[in-house]
């Protein structure tokens, strides 16, 4: 079994910062960050392998960063230049032993 808690969501103007942290019960290979607005899917942000490889999705390249602490067991995302469309509900993902595991996901919201 895996725990993963989150914190760092809240209430942002378009072009400020935030940054998210999650924190696992134990070590994990990936582990990473989906969002999901209001009626629409949930979707990959970015994803990081203990070994440092990242994978982002394309609307947030250049904007934001997944980074992790291995000796916390913790991942963060840095997010800059947030857009309205950036507002949604995230969470961090880890898979271990093939199961996926799920914090209780954080609000994001980006005002005008």
């Known amino acids: 079994q895996v725990q993963l808690v989150e914190s760092g969501g809240g209430l942002v103007q378009a072009g400020g910062s935030l940054r998210l942290s999650c924190v696992a019960s134990?070590?994990?290979?990936?582990m990473g960050w989906y969002r999901q607005a209001p009626g629409k899917q949930r979707e990959l942000v970015a994803v990081?392998?203990?070994?440092?490889?990242?994978i982002y999705a394309d609307s947030v390249k250049g904007r934001f960063t997944i980074s992790r602490d291995n000796a916390k067991n913790t991942v963060y995302l840095q997010m800059n230049s947030l857009k309205l469309e950036d507002t949604a509900v995230y969470y961090c993902?880890?898979?271990?032993?093939?199961?996926?595991?799920w914090g209780q996901g954080t609000q994001v919201t980006v005002s005008s």
């Open positions: 993902n880890a898979v271990r032993l093939l199961k996926d595991y």
């Open positions: 134990r070590s994990i290979n990936a």
């Open positions: 990081i392998t203990s070994g440092g490889g990242t």
